[in-house]
């Protein structure tokens, strides 16, 4: 069993990290798919019900926003996925350091290393 790898993982711990990367993409997939209808453009003529108008846009922005920020997890857990099958998942996709395990475990698709996140949120 040899995985083509540069990583610092094991070949079970990075086994580990791809069953979930699928998971999580397939729960992100699903989710995208279930708020697809929350956030169609608000039709101003149709009777809301209980609901007023500045609601139903606001929980219109909510799920937008929510939206978002699943696209970008997706557009990770891909990446992740990518650098999964060309050997080099755990590696920072900036200093190309390995990603500490403690890291991945808890945001496997995270493209970064905590010392780089921390400096981009630092810079804002
Ligand atoms: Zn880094």
Redesign the pocket.
């Known amino acids: 069993m040899s995985h083509p790898t540069a990583s610092h993982l094991t070949e079970s711990q990075l086994q580990g990290f791809h069953q979930r990367l699928l998971a999580a993409k397939a729960d992100t997939e699903a989710l995208l798919v279930q708020t697809a209808n929350d956030s169609k453009p608000v039709d101003m003529e149709l009777p809301i019900g209980r609901l007023t108008r500045i609601d139903a846009i606001q929980m219109q922005g909510m799920a937008q926003m929510n939206r978002h920020q699943l696209e970008i997890r997706l557009r990770q857990i891909d990446a992740s996925l990518m650098a999964y099958q060309g050997g080099t998942f755990g590696i ?1 996709r ?2 190309k ?1 390995p990603v500490g395990l403690g890291r991945l475990e808890v945001l496997p698709e995270t493209p ?2 905590l ?2 996140q921390e400096s981009f949120e630092q810079r804002g």
């Open positions: 920072c900036h200093c350091e970064f290393c010392a780089c």
